[in-house]
């Protein structure tokens, strides 16, 4: 099996299968991997959530991201109940496998606040200032 | 003090001392929280690692991005070795303070491997492929 360190000198073009790189990735105690969501058409970073081996299998499989809730312990469909959804464009794990960015159409905004963004929070100063009001 | 939750419903512009920020951040049981760099310019996601206060706080002093490596178990300004520098242009909070977006003016590849994202493991069918030679 090829390991991530292998691939870091691979060419653009060298494949290897899917399952292999998913056996191999460094999931936390918890099982579990971060995930950053970018929008694919304002290129806005959208939120930072959390992925087990079974939420990035059903994201692939469905085509819109699936999280897993650290605070309710269940698999979270991002839009199920606000119909804010994901709709995967592309996935990418990073160099070390830590790490995975899904670049998502996103339906409506993306915070449960109704913001565009999660991150709207800026350190302004010696203060953070709120960039956007609530939807 | 105002909580994350409390700032949920905050207009635009309301502000709030950083001091308080980082004291009520929900560090993870090493002390850290996940950040997220991306290019100013190119709007690409570049990375993901790790900050500790002390991290973010050197951050917006130095105004270069410093990370911590848990795998050193030290404070690592990104280029310090490299030269691939990240002048720090903005550093966000996301709506539950668990997650940090940094946007950065990047000098060279971000990644390790010399590529300019470290996300360059995409899936592709039941492959993943590496999508940028190495630098």
Same mark, same amino acid.
């Given at each position: 099996m090829t390991t991530f360190k292998e691939l870091e000198s691979a060419e653009a073009g060298t494949t290897q299968p899917l399952a292999q790189v998913l056996d191999m990735l460094p999931y936390n105690d918890q099982g579990l991997i971060a /995930? %950053? /969501? =970018?929008?694919?058409n304002t290129r806005q970073v959208l939120m930072m959530a959390w992925m087990d081996r079974t939420a990035i299998e059903r994201t692939l499989a469905e085509g819109y991201a699936c999280y897993y809730s650290r605070s309710r312990n269940t698999y979270w469909r991002k839009g199920?109940? +606000? !119909?804010?959804? =994901?709709?995967? %464009?592309e996935l990418r794990f990073d160099c070390d496998g830590d790490a995975i960015l899904l670049v998502v159409e996103q339906t409506g905004p993306a915070c449960h606040?109704?913001?565009? +963004?999660?991150?709207?929070?800026?350190?302004? !100063?010696?203060?953070?200032?709120?960039?956007e009001d609530p939807g």
């Open positions: /995930a %950053v /969501a =970018q929008d694919v199920e109940t +606000s !119909g804010h959804l =994901q709709k995967l %464009v606040t109704n913001r565009d +963004s999660c991150f709207y929070l800026l350190v302004d !100063g010696d203060c953070i200032r709120v960039t």
